[in-house]
């Protein structure tokens, strides 16, 4: 009788309060994968980094700067992706992520990357990576540490990896309202409400002199602005009329809600420039990512609704 196969990908996390916490259940989790051989990085805060670089000693751990990995989300998909390459060049069969991501303050950032954690499972299936995600009790807010749940299949816990009770696989749970913010924003009347843009010069220009008019920085606006037309462009060509535009802004933030009646496409889509793992997309949504805060796909209404967010 043959053993059941290891998966290739494990995605797993760790909800700790202390110092002792996450040293207790992380360092045997490196020196497990140390001795099997296995590639071990640290993706972490810096203290934390020293911390675990301190416990392990003489056993090697190699080391990724958080800043330059989380710079954004379609960075920081690219950025694993790498890493793993990388690796396995040098003759490694499996590399082990300790990573920790840096929430920010701001509620929109915060569900960016709860997102972004997420999709993240789903961009590695295929690769010979077994990442465990630290969520910190005394910093994460309890909504993002329950999103955290809900997108890994295990968590180490009482001193094992047990299945998480909340899990929900990837492309499902980023449909899911719950991984939606609910931009306050969108409580107020729009500032620009366009149905069956046809002129896309004209819809770019209204939401640079809209966002401008508000204080933007205009290098924050020119990206947005393209983010919106790429958006735009996509339900032009392939959604189903009508294709609607709406704008909000209060100066601190900007929402760009672009709707169509057609079928939705997969609210992985634009992690990956070409996303051909689910078969959707294309370019516009990738460069989209890229150019906005946070970006949303909401099958929702008979129709799809992709919201991008600015942060001022």
């Not at 590399?95 to 920010?104: L, M, Q």
């Not at 760009?256 to 990956?272: E, I, K, M, W």
Request: proline share 6%; hydrophobic share 40%.
């Amino acid at each position: 009788m043959s053993l059941p196969q290891q998966p290739l990908s494990r995605h797993d996390a760790l909800q700790y309060d202390d110092d002792g916490g996450l040293l207790d259940a992380v360092v045997p989790f490196l020196r497990e994968g140390a001795a099997a051989g296995d590639s071990v990085v640290l993706i972490c805060r810096p203290d934390n980094a020293a911390r675990l670089r301190d416990a392990m000693g003489p056993d090697r751990v190699a080391e990724l700067p958080r800043e330059d990995v989380y710079g954004g989300t379609v960075g920081a998909m690219n950025a694993y992706r790498e890493l793993v390459a990388r690796e396995r060049e040098r003759g490694c069969e499996r590399v082990r992520v300790v990573t920790e991501i840096d929430f920010g303050p701001k509620p929109s950032g915060q569900w960016e990357w709860a997102r972004f954690d997420a999709a993240l499972g789903q961009a590695l299936t295929s690769y010979p990576v077994w990442n465990l995600c630290l969520y910190d009790r005394r910093r994460v807010p309890a909504d993002i540490l329950r999103a955290g749940e809900s997108s890994h299949s295990h968590l180490l816990a009482d001193g094992g990896r047990v299945p998480s009770a909340g899990y929900t696989d990837a492309l499902t749970l980023l449909g899911e309202a719950r991984m939606r913010w609910p931009d306050p924003l969108e409580d107020s009347p729009p500032r620009l409400d366009v149905t069956g843009p046809h002129d896309l010069a004209a819809l770019r220009a209204a939401v640079e002199q809209a966002l401008l008019r508000d204080g933007f920085a205009a290098y924050a606006v020119q990206g947005f602005m393209l983010a919106v037309s790429e958006v735009a462009t996509n339900a032009i060509l392939h959604g189903v009329a009508p294709v609607r535009v709406r704008l909000w802004s209060d100066a601190r933030r900007a929402l760009c809600a672009v709707s169509d009646g057609g079928t939705c496409f997969s609210p992985y889509s634009g992690y990956l420039p070409t996303d051909r793992e689910v078969g959707a997309g294309g370019m516009g949504l990738w460069l989209a990512r890229q150019m906005s805060d946070d970006l949303t796909v909401d099958a929702a209404d008979g129709g799809c609704v992709v919201r991008l967010g600015l942060n001022g």
